[in-house]
T-cell receptor
Framework: NAGVMQNPRHLVRRRGQEARLRCSPV?????VYWYRQLPEEGLKFMVY????????ESGMPKERFSAEFPKEGPSILRIQQVVRGDSAAYFC???????????FGPGTRLTVT | DQQVKQNSPSLSVQEGRISILNCDYT??????FLWYKKYPAEGPTFLIS?????DKNEDGRFTVFLNKSAKHLSLHIVPSQPGDSAVYFC??????????????FGTGTRLQVTL
């Protein structure tokens, strides 16, 4: 009965490199959400996806960030040309239906040097 | 624009006593509220939720109260235990507007339960 899985747990990238964060939702959950937490702040919504579709990306920065949730495999949050300000904890959550409680993974801590 | 506010960054309570964590919101479209608990280096864990059609929801030692007119909710933990020491986040969403996907979080209250 695995919960939401995220990998890697820690990721270090130099400025200008790409970061790829993976999320496997709870088995049977088809709704995936990504949140970002900056130091000393609450979690901020980024994007909501269902299988093969981006439903709500109103919290995503306009450039360099993209997300996908393919038919097979995990959801991916991709950050191109990372900058120091991208350093944060990125959390993925999933739910069985829209409006249900969201179950969170352990997060990926991205550090940009 | 902080739509969900937790004005107490920290709270210390003795074991066995009641812990009361507070949360205020400004968006009148919010109609579903949740509390999450978070340990360091882990993701938030869902605790309890309440719909705006209710003013109280109880689950074991945890009770959430909602005062819609004051746009205020609180989480009561009775009795408090050392294992309750964590950061507690209040979150809200607006199911009625079709933005149920988006949880808006407060900045958290760090609870420490002392022996």
């Amino acid at each position: 009965n695995a919960g939401v899985m995220q990998n890697p747990r820690h990721l270090v990238r130099r400025r200008g490199q790409e970061a790829r964060l993976r999320c496997s939702p709870v088995k049977g959950h088809s709704h995936v959400y990504w949140y970002r937490q900056l130091p000393e702040e609450g979690l901020k919504f980024m994007v909501y996806l269902q299988k093969e579709n981006i439903i709500d990306e109103s919290g995503m920065p306009k450039e360099r960030f993209s997300a996908e949730f393919p038919k097979e495999g995990p959801s991916i949050l991709r950050i191109q040309q990372v900058v120091r300000g991208d350093s944060a904890a990125y959390f993925c959550a999933s739910s069985p239906q829209l409006g249900d409680e969201q179950y969170f993974g352990p997060g990926t801590r991205l550090t940009v040097t | 624009d902080q739509q969900v506010k937790q004005n107490s960054p920290s709270l210390s309570v003795q074991e066995g006593r009641i812990s009361i964590l507070n949360c205020d919101y400004t968006n009148s479209m919010f109609d579903y509220f949740l509390w999450y608990k978070k340990y360091p280096a882990e993701g938030p864990t869902f605790l309890i939720s309440i719909s705006s059609i209710k003013d109280k929801n109880e689950d074991g030692r945890f009770t959430v109260f909602l005062n819609k007119s004051a746009k205020h909710l609180s989480l009561h933990i009775v009795p408090s235990q050392p294992g309750d020491s964590a950061v507690y986040f209040c979150a809200a969403s607006a199911l009625v507007t079709g933005t149920a996907s988006k949880l808006t979080f407060g900045t958290g209250t760090r609870l420490q339960v002392t022996l």
